[in-house]
């Protein structure tokens, strides 16, 4: 049998790199092994003098091991990483990202409250606060959240909760997390973000005063494009709320098998945002040059207009492009699908391999954000007519632009 193994050294005395890898992690006692272990077992034994407890209410991380829906072995190495990489004191991992952002609703939300939501945001996310809610009796006003000015008019005696995403996701647009959270904060309310796109590698939202992050893992956090996976993370009180309440309830549990998977896929995280980042930005200078395209927003880049805010708050541009095209983007986006022989024409982002899509502003208009007058103007300021969303992998930049440059000339 191995020898008993030292204390885990504490994930606020590692760096941030190292913490993906090693924040929360043991050997296993038993075996040794390195790797976490994939805890499979739906239920546990009862250690003695535990049988049975009331979830309402409880901190499940402080019961022993009893039901995969609660609480799983392998799972809680995943939250207990993901609190260490956001620098948290700890987090709930869910099947999706949006039972994340339902966890996160339904939980600190109820008839007769208000939420703030960023009009710019994942459509999943928006769909079910502008759609669902309302049905619970939940006010909900979208907001364009880099105009503090409009973010304090929109405040009611009732609002509960500001909900962002940045960078806003398809535009790349970015919401000031500490002037934000400020106004918040005077007004009582809490502050989430959904901080997929950023990764911690790229923005660590709890440092500017966030109280929750949200991440979709299916995307860079896992970066293999092989398992679902989301995770509310922020102070533990707030944690173990959601955890007692929506973790048991909404039945949206993270299965071991996904846990395992974005574990593995963590391990890799700093290299691989490290490596799609400054692949983007050999991308974004090769599309602003190019004549087939009409605007390139780039988070990393100078013409991008919050550039200054992007500097202040990002450590890096992020692996996520958007960029318009002169001429017929519909033809365009029939180019891609039948010459691109690297990147993949595909849904989805934050894979491994290069995605690119896309997502025209009558169609999204229609299907989800419904804008009209100011709103409506500002999103076309951003978008155009629409938008092609890149989102940058891991394969040699040369051989990207030439995928690009095939779709690109007529």
């Known amino acids: 049998m191995p020898d008993p193994q030292p204390p885990v050294l504490p994930a606020d005395r590692m760096h941030p790199a190292t913490r993906a890898l090693d924040a929360g992690l043991r050997p296993d006692p038993v075996t040794g092994a390195i790797a976490p272990t994939l805890v499979a077992s739906v239920n546990n034994v009862f250690v003695p003098g535990s049988a049975g407890f009331s979830a309402e209410g409880a901190d499940l991380t402080e019961q022993p091991f009893l039901y995969a829906r609660w609480t799983n072995p ?63 009796g939940i006010a909900v006003t979208p907001v364009d959240l880099t105009d ?50 950023a990764t911690p590698v790229v923005t660590r939202p709890l440092d500017h005063g966030v109280d929750l992050v949200i991440h979709s893992l299916t995307k860079f956090m896992n970066g293999h494009g092989d398992a679902l996976g989301g995770a509310v993370i922020g102070r533990k009180d707030l944690i173990s709320r959601i955890r007692s309440r929506a973790g048991v309830y909404l039945g949206a549990s993270l299965s071991a098998q996904n846990a395992w998977l974005i574990l593995r896929g963590l391990d890799t995280l ?59 983007a519909a033809a365009l986006a029939a180019r891609m699908a039948e010459r691109f022989r690297i990147i993949h024409y595909a849904f989805s982002l934050g894979h491994q391999r290069s995605i690119c899509v896309q997502i025209g502003t009558e169609e999204i208009q229609r299907s989800t954000f419904r804008m009209q007058g100011a709103a409506l103007d500002r999103w076309r300021d951003w978008a155009g007519e629409g938008v092609f969303r890149l989102s940058v992998g891991l394969e040699d930049p040369a051989d990207l632009i030439a995928d690009l440059d095939r779709a690109l000339v007529p």
């Open 270 to 328: 700093y290299p691989r945002m490290r490596t799609a980042c400054a692949t983007a930005g050999v991308l974004a200078d090769w599309l602003a040059a190019h004549p087939g395209v009409a605007r390139v927003v780039w988070p990393g880049a100078e013409s991008h207009p919050q550039r200054a805010l992007a500097t202040r708050q990002m450590a890096l541009g992020g692996g996520m492009i958007a960029f318009q095209a002169r001429g017929d």
């Open 148 to 197: 503090l000015a409009a973010v304090r008019a929109a405040l009611r005696p009732e609002t509960r909760l500001i909900h962002a995403e940045t960078p806003c996701n398809p535009i790349l647009r970015l919401t000031d997390l500490a002037a934000l959270s400020a106004l918040a904060r005077s007004a009582g309310v809490l502050v989430s973000v959904d901080s997929t796109l």
């Open 74 to 136: 392998t799972v809680r190495a995943l939250e207990e990483r993901l609190a260490g990489l956001e620098g948290a004191e700890d987090a709930l991992a869910t099947a999706t990202g949006v039972a994340a952002a339902a966890a996160v609703f339904l939980t600190l939300l109820k008839a007769g409250d208000h939420l703030i939501l960023s009009e710019v945001c994942y459509a999943g996310v928006y769909e079910l606060a502008t759609r669902v809610l309302p049905d619970l």
